[in-house]
């Protein structure tokens, strides 16, 4: 009764010699930041990424406050990493990921 769902993949790979944490100088940078399940600006910034993005779709997923939340506490999971991009300050994008086999 199972049916594939497909999607995009990408792996991300941490250059060393990139200057991506930490703070950038140039707003055109991007800062990296790893979410902790606590952080509530993280949590104001990816609800207002996910609604813009989810804006034009059918069938996105909606949650409240209290189900975010939930969400976030999934995160340390082993082998799973949950980062905010911000540039100049702005979150832009986030990306959860987690190796699975």
């Not at 010699?17 to 140039?26: C, K, P």
């Not at 930041?33 to 509530?40: F, G, W, Y």
């Amino acid at each position: 009764g199972f049916v594939g769902w497909s999607g995009q993949q990408s792996i991300l790979r941490v250059d060393p010699a990139a200057s991506l944490r930490g703070g950038a100088t140039d707003p055109g940078d991007l800062t990296l930041e790893p979410v902790a399940s606590e952080n509530e600006r993280a949590l104001q910034s990816i609800k207002a990424i996910h609604a813009a993005y989810a804006a034009s779709r059918s069938g996105t997923v909606m949650r409240d406050d209290s189900l975010w939340r939930a969400c976030f506490h999934l995160t340390p999971a082993p082998f799973e990493e949950f980062w905010l991009a911000r540039r100049g300050g702005l979150a832009v994008a986030y990306a959860r990921a987690a190796i699975l086999d």
